[in-house]
């Protein structure tokens, strides 16, 4: 049976907002909020999750699609941290195998580097050490000759050699939806395109939020009896609606991605970039299940507006980008020209005056606490009310971090208890249940039957379809048949990577909560990054079938289809 994640969902979740009172009340939709989510109901709390654009909307769908143990950590010692992040990398790649796949990384050597080759194995070895040797291939060293038979177009002026490792890619955004679908079987309330609007109080205790549905305007009173602030980049803008002593915690800094057509820089794994100016590093990510194929290149680090939407992809953030990849590539002569598309991304870093050795960003009556570093990618603390505020964060260790989260929020909550009442704390909570797989449907075993029962049957499944969804598949090709003849009246051939692509977007509307049709392009498949075109061409044929899925008019039709247009220019 398809697992309905749909806007029917979205309808169920609103109206339990209104009637129930929920153990915690989970402020954002990303990937720390979703994971929040998910560990909080598999321990048998009860929860609610709101998030004010589209889920991922922000940070966790403009990242680089990476799962990685943090190889940058040896260098400081930091050997807990790489540990726990190539754990973590190991599990997703069983427990997430149809959007984490192991990727070989290429890091080439050169004279002047501030790193010597002997230096560089031994750390290899020990990343290979730290993961227990449970890696999807061990490290390798290659000499000069072997480098540029693997990669002819790499820069010969230098060149000492390298070595091969591996770490993972990822579908980001997929990753959000599948675990909070996840966490919404278990019991939790989920909607996307409801924002937290304001606190409300009891005694000292925040009870609750007022939200607002974006999609008919209207207020719901969320009761909770505990709320966590997983607001990644707009952490700031919740923060000043707990209390106006609020101090500012982020000094965000933006990342830049550029995407070029994978004929256009044929690399056969990641390379590894080192900026001769300012030492940083930068990836080149190849992508061959993007649509036709597409390289990730990225990211910078630099200064941006406090207002994560004002946040903007440069001509010098291009240039830098280009710059660096002209001189890694030199013979692909890489233009402006070249790029598919880009994104930009904010990093929700610390440093704001919360960091400045002042109080917290409580009631003067509030004591702070003593904020809890839980690593170096994220920041927990107590706010105003009983709340918990997250901020910061890293893909391979959500899960790890969202039980550290859960059992914080827990442990003040006792407290709270102990000292002023307040609600009562829950009894009988299980252990968090999390290191089993998002997505049954999506196993190796799942995927093996759906094979073997597509043979039976003399179907042939696109290897890209079963990638993506696994045993869904059969569900996306049984819609594809239901509405073949609507769909030959329409654009009738798929753009290249994206079979049964009609199909593709009423599974997502009906399993991944798609409600517009930006949702589609920008998260659910990469149609807008892969392609020059942002895949506008079938933008008609897919709004006619939106409107269809959610029983809506011709006028509607339109006004969506003119929304999605708006969304593409602006990006």
């Not at 290979?128 to 449970?134: E, I, P, S, T």
């Not at 890293?394 to 859960?406: D, L, N, P, S």
């Not at 696994?470 to 654009?491: P, R, V």
Request: net charge neutral; with cysteine.
């Amino acid at each position: 049976m398809l697992r309905e994640f749909s806007f029917r969902a979205r309808e169920n979740s609103l109206e339990r907002f209104r009637s129930e009172v929920f153990d915690i009340l989970v402020i954002g939709g990303g990937i720390t909020g979703a994971a929040v989510a998910r560990d909080a109901i598999s321990r048998g709390l009860s929860v609610a999750l709101v998030e004010r654009s589209d889920f991922a909307f922000g940070t966790s769908s403009r990242s680089s699609k990476l799962i990685h143990g943090g190889l940058r950590y040896l260098q400081n010692m930091e050997f807990g941290l790489v540990f726990e992040a190539l754990f973590e990398r190991s599990l997703l790649l069983k427990t997430a195998s149809h959007v984490v796949k192991p990727l070989p990384f290429y890091l080439p050597v050169f004279r002047g580097d501030p790193h010597g080759r002997a230096l560089l194995a031994t750390g290899l070895w020990l990343y290979d050490l730290l993961a227990l040797f449970r890696a999807p291939g061990f490290h390798r060293g290659l000499s000069r000759r072997a480098m540029l038979t693997e990669i002819p177009f790499l820069r010969q002026e230098g060149l000492k050699g390298g070595f091969q490792y591996f770490d993972a890619s990822m579908w980001d955004d997929v990753l959000v939806v599948e675990t909070l679908r996840s966490a919404q079987q278990g019991g939790a309330a989920v909607a996307n395109y409801v924002e937290a609007l304001d606190p409300f109080w009891e005694k000292d205790q925040i009870s609750g939020f007022y939200v607002r549905d974006r999609e008919t305007d209207a207020s719901i009173k969320i009761q909770a009896k505990r709320t966590v602030i997983c607001a990644g980049p707009w952490t700031d803008k919740v923060g000043v609606k707990l209390s106006t002593q609020w101090k500012r915690w982020l000094k965000p800094s933006k990342g830049v991605h550029l995407v070029f057509d994978l004929k256009r820089i044929p690399v056969p794994g990641a390379v590894v970039m080192t900026h001769a100016q300012d030492g940083r590093i930068a990836f080149v990510m190849p992508r061959p299940d993007f649509g036709a194929g597409v390289v990730i290149i990225g990211t910078t680090d630099g200064p941006t507006s406090l207002d994560p939407e004002q946040a903007e992809v440069s001509p010098e953030d291009i240039q830098y980008l280009l710059d660096l990849t002209n001189r890694t590539f030199p013979k692909l002569q890489l233009t402006r020209e070249d790029i598919l598309s880009t994104y930009v991304g904010v990093r929700p870093l610390m440093g704001g005056e919360h960091f400045v050795g002042s109080e917290n960003a409580g009631d003067k009556e509030e004591t702070a606490t003593v904020l809890q570093k839980v690593s170096r990618e994220h920041h927990m603390d107590r706010g105003p009310g009983g709340t918990v505020v997250v901020a910061g964060g890293k893909y391979t260790t959500h899960r790890k971090m969202a039980e550290e989260i859960v059992n914080f929020t827990l442990k003040a909550w006792r407290e709270d208890c102990s000292n002023n009442g307040g609600p009562a704390f829950p009894l009988h909570l299980r252990k968090p249940k999390t290191k089993v797989s998002i997505n049954l449907q999506a196993s190796e075993k799942a995927v093996a039957e759906c094979r073997e029962q597509a043979s039976g049957l003399g179907m042939d499944i696109p290897e890209d379809l079963l990638n993506r969804y696994g045993a869904d598949c059969f569900y996306i090709l049984e819609m594809h048949k239901e509405k073949a003849k609507a769909a030959a009246a329409l654009k009738s051939e798929d753009p290249e990577g994206f079979s049964y692509l009609g199909a593709r977007l009423r599974y997502a509307i009906r399993s991944e909560m798609v409600m517009h049709l930006e949702d589609f392009y920008f998260r659910r498949v990469p149609l807008y990054v892969s392609r020059k075109d942002h895949g506008l061409p079938w933008a008609e044929s897919l709004a006619q079938i939106w409107a269809e899925e959610r029983g809506l008019s011709e006028s509607e039709k339109n006004t969506e289809l003119e929304r999605l247009k708006q969304h593409v220019q602006k990006n």
